[in-house]
């Protein structure tokens, strides 16, 4: 199988061309600095099976492609949301997903699936209500991004996948490792009122989600790619806490993650109950459905080591 892939230098991206690697499946991966990409695989046994492009300007269309996955986009929690940097993540996103679309809809034999990133903050907040796919947008500017990024992709003449991704955990990357030092030293916490639900999956359930609806012909549309069992914040911190026999006494209230955070404060204090209905009703099952268990096994005792 013939892979293009965007965002392949991410945690989700390095992980999934490994994988497919593996499977000796033929890699492109589009990046800035193809060079520092490839020295990630240079050691895998399939290296020969890897190539990447700088620009999506060497291509007049994906007629040698099987699949598209697009996981690129500036990082949205790094920066306060400053009119430019609004437009900074507009840009990675909706810009990016255009042009890959149009080499796809000017291919005579266009690639099979094309599975485009969106996220959970699709839906805004809604409360402890049970969020399935078919919950329409919410208002605020993470919604209406999702959105547009979306319809973008839903233009590409083939089968599309949206991947409405939760809060992806791993102590490799992303937020979890971020968050680790802070409970080693016992300075975890919940956010606001901790009531908030939370919408996350493992990354071994990322990996395996993004492969199934690959490999499923019947898989079309968007996809909560999530746990079915969203955690409370304040669960999700005394969890955590316990598997790392630390104390999380903390609290970092509303007003102050507001103050502090500003518009992007929402990541943290909205409330999305996500349930991934579509995913399991094609048959997708999940390794770690709870996070107590996705915690136990990936720490154990040695979570407690500073």
């Not at 999702?146 to 949206?162: D, M």
Request: charged share 15%; with cysteine; glycine share 6%.
């Amino acid at each position: 199988m013939q892979i293009f892939i965007t965002g392949g230098t991410g945690l989700i991206g390095r992980e999934l061309i490994n994988r497919w690697l593996e499977q000796e499946y033929q890699v492109t991966l589009l990046t800035r600095s193809p060079e520092k990409a490839l020295s990630y695989f240079q050691d895998h046994a399939a290296f020969c099976h890897v190539s990447a492009v700088h620009s999506l300007q060497v291509f007049t269309n994906f007629n040698q492609f099987d699949a598209v996955i697009n996981l690129a986009g500036e990082p949205i929690f790094d920066h306060r949301w400053t009119a430019q940097q609004k437009d900074r993540l507009w840009q990675s996103r909706i810009n990016l997903t255009e042009k890959l679309t149009a080499l796809i809809n000017a291919s005579e034999n266009p690639p099979q699936c094309f599975i485009s990133g969106s996220a959970y903050g699709y839906y805004a907040d809604n409360g402890d209500q049970i969020i399935t796919e078919s919950q329409s947008a919410g208002q605020n500017f993470t919604a209406q991004l999702c959105q547009q990024w979306e319809q973008v992709a839903k233009q590409a003449n083939t089968r599309v996948c949206l991947s409405r991704t939760g809060m992806v955990f791993s102590p490799k990357g992303g937020a979890l490792a971020k968050m680790l030092p802070l409970y080693r030293y016992g300075l975890g916490g919940k956010l606001g009122n901790g009531l908030q639900f939370m919408p996350w999956i493992a990354l071994e359930d990322m990996l395996n989600a993004i492969d199934f609806l690959l490999h499923t012909p019947s898989c079309q549309g968007a996809f909560n790619l999530c746990s079915p069992n969203p955690v409370r914040n304040k669960d999700f911190n005394r969890l955590l806490a316990k598997q790392l026999h630390r104390p999380a006494f903390m609290n970092v209230p509303t007003f102050l993650l507001k103050l502090i955070l500003g518009e992007r404060a929402c990541l943290i204090l909205d409330s999305q109950n996500l349930y991934p209905q579509k995913l399991l009703e094609q048959g997708f099952s999940f390794q770690y459905s709870e996070l107590a268990d996705y915690l136990r096994s990936t720490f154990g005792k040695s979570a407690i080591n500073v």
